[in-house]
């Protein structure tokens, strides 16, 4: 018989965590750093006593709003490429219903995140509980099932001894790149306190290898055959590239055969922002480079990405007739996106593999001036787009579809006369080029895909695959927590910041020095846009006073920095680009966390390049500007591939 230990389901939960370690090209690395948690009565007294009592090497931190300390959680974990983890519990109902958005956010962007909602009591005595949602239909069904269709893993444990299954299984999909993403163990608060006598052996140091399959030889074989006959082929870095730490072998590859590539969302700063092949982002939110480029390309080599709508600018972008696909993935199911001739394996290896075979058959591509004439006209534009200044009351920003109060009513009430691709060709100048630059949801991501440059791997950092607002200021401290040597900001619009700003506490509850820069143009700018652009009025996405209705009055114009300042952080209100370069070049020196108000003016954002998004627009309206915009989309999805 083996040894056993006598312990409560909680504290086997601790004990188990705190010896887990994954395995990277022979390097060792403790996967669980630490809980995040939020104490309520279904959590404080079960797994609260466990990590009272011994926690052991894990670090316990307090958030304030389950969703925002799980996404510091999945910023920790994307940050550190998938090898390091920050558990999440919280209490049953209202607190479990909150990470329901973060599980999804880390399913989507194939990121681990392991959350331990408390459940209603296994045994149903005291029912209903504090906080239990009733379902008449079935007693057996709690807040937790909702964790269902966003996890990768979910279980409920309503005996001791479902533990020990239940955790080696989330292992087993947290650690695997191809099928990772939240992993949901539903603990029924008596059971978090009831023993049972654990065999030794459970509790032993576990050591999850994360292995490089390279693709089959029939697969590598298919897809060198394709490319080596292709004269104008392109290549899309996606988040597997960064994850696998392929983007030099990507960056040698392209350079050996004179391929061009753009860059998703997750995987851009995979590779360097310099390098000589790089047009920058694609699809949606794209550069003209990579664009133009793509809709000439006639093999797409799609590495490591989810091919998304953004990405693929809703399968409009490549107009080559017989363009062909290939996939790199470590994910058969990603792999067969878009019709593609695949090769299932980890980018990094495989990428190598192939190189080798379309040298055998001496490969190069047939471009000529298209790649330096495309980037030229690129950086011209990057000039242009850092160097747009407001003008007074003839100024004419970039996107058009406005309510005409609104610039003239920002700038009096604020004084602001920021425009915000300026502002983010100034915060690339001032900040260190090693520094971390973060954002998610809303215009910004937009124009940081398109602007923002760096040759730091990993310290380009965006949520976009769910495109979660809210995500940005907890982020911050996950990637801090993740890289304490480097400076981190992040870039958060106001409406995202007013969604989930409630970590800040938690930064300064953990003395982390972070930059939070606020871009405040008075609304929800990038839907705005959207309904506009679509002959919808500007409806509900303005800050404005409105009849119930419609937003008939001011504009509400807010302090943000007097808000910063109630938490203790030290503030800056910027109103034009040479305070925000002051204000970046003095937080330098600080070593508290910073907040910057920036005041920006209205649709000062980029616009698309080359690229067109599929939406689902009302096919009949009264208005005849939503029936013109309809033709627009009709047109669009005639041209766009089907699957």
């Known amino acids: 018989m083996s040894k056993t230990i006598r312990m409560t389901t909680a504290q086997a939960l601790v004990k188990f965590l705190d010896n887990q370690y994954v395995s990277v090209d022979g390097t060792e690395i403790k996967f669980v750093e630490g809980f995040f948690t939020i104490f309520g009565h279904g959590i404080a007294v079960g797994l609260g006593e466990a990590l009272d009592t011994n926690p052991g090497q894990l670090r316990v931190l307090q958030g304030r709003n389950e969703q925002g300390m799980c996404h510091t959680a999945i910023a920790f974990a994307k940050q550190n490429q998938r090898r390091r983890i920050i558990p999440c519990a919280s209490s049953v109902g209202p607190g479990a219903a909150n990470m329901v958005t973060a599980c999804a956010t880390a399913t989507v962007n194939n990121i681990p995140l392991l959350v331990f ?17 009733e379902q008449s239909s079935s007693l057996a069904t709690t807040t ?21 299954s239940a955790l080696i299984n989330a292992m087993r999909v947290l650690t695997d790149p191809a099928e990772t993403g ?66 030099e072998v990507v960056e040698q590859f392209c350079e050996e055969f004179k391929i061009p590539f753009g860059e998703s969302q997750a995987g851009k700063s995979a590779c360097k922002s310099s390098h000589p092949y790089c047009l920058g982002g694609i699809g949606v939110t794209g550069t003209y480079a990579s664009n133009v480029i793509a809709k000439d390309a006639d093999v797409v080599i799609a590495i490591g990405t989810r091919l998304s709508d953004f990405t693929t600018s809703s399968k409009w972008l490549f107009k080559r007739e017989n363009v062909k696909f290939v996939t790199i993935n470590n994910s058969r199911f990603h792999a067969y996106k878009m019709d593609a001739s695949m ?18 058959k001496q490969y190069v591509s047939q471009y000529r001036n298209e790649i330096t004439d495309a980037k030229k006209k690129w950086d011209e534009e990057m000039v242009r787009l850092g160097s747009i200044e407001y003008t007074g009351d003839d100024f004419e920003p970039i996107i058009k579809a406005r309510d005409p109060r609104t610039i003239p009513e920002f700038v009096r009430l604020t004084n602001g006369k920021i425009t915000q691709t300026a502002a983010l060709a100034a915060i690339r100048r001032v900040i260190d080029a090693d520094a971390t630059i973060i954002t998610a949801g809303g215009s910004l991501p937009s124009c940081m895909q398109r602007m923002w440059t760096t040759d730091k791997r990993g310290g380009y950092h965006a949520e976009y695959g769910y495109s979660c607002m809210g995500y940005e200021v907890a982020a911050t401290l996950g990637v801090k927590f993740a890289e304490p040597e480097h400076e981190v900001y992040c870039v958060v619009g106001d409406s995202s910041f007013q969604m989930l700003h409630s970590e800040i506490m938690t930064i300064m509850q953990e003395r982390q020095k972070v930059n939070i820069l606020i871009f405040d143009n008075c609304g929800f700018g990038c839907i705005n846009n959207l309904e506009m652009n679509h002959g919808i009025g500007s409806l509900a996405t303005e800050y404005r006073y409105t009849d119930g209705k419609k937003p008939t009055g001011d504009l509400i114009p807010v302090d943000y920095a007097k808000v910063g300042e109630g938490y203790g952080l030290k503030t800056y209100t910027c109103r034009t680009i040479a305070e925000l370069e002051d204000a970046l070049n003095d937080a330098k020196s600080q070593e508290r966390a910073c907040l910057f108000d920036l005041k920006v003016i209205p649709k000062t954002m980029s616009d698309g390049y080359e690229s067109w998004w599929n939406v689902g627009l009302a096919d009949t309206s009264e208005k005849t500007s939503v029936n013109e915009a309809f033709g627009r989309v009709m047109e669009g999805r005639n041209a766009a591939r089907k699957y």
């Not at 269902?148 to 020990?164: A, L």
């Open 117 to 133: 909602p408390a459940d209603t009591f296994a045994s149903r005595q005291p029912d209903p509980v504090l906080q239990q949602l």
């Open 144 to 164: 937790n099932d909702a964790f269902k269709p966003v996890c990768k893993y979910w279980d409920r444990i309503t005996r001791p001894e479902m533990i020990m």
């Open 182 to 247: 939240a992993c949901c163990i539903s603990l029924c608060q008596d059971v978090e306190g009831e023993s049972f006598d654990y065999p030794e052996y459970f509790f032993k140091k576990r050591v999850h290898k994360i292995t490089r399959p390279v693709a089959v030889e029939e697969e590598l074989e298919e897809i060198a055959e394709i490319i080596a006959e292709a004269k104008k082929p392109i290549v899309i870095v996606g988040g597997g590239v960064r994850y696998s730490d392929a983007g």
């Open 343 to 360: 090769a299932v394996g980890d980018a990094k290896v495989t990428v190598e593999a192939l190189t080798e075979k379309l040298r055998e």
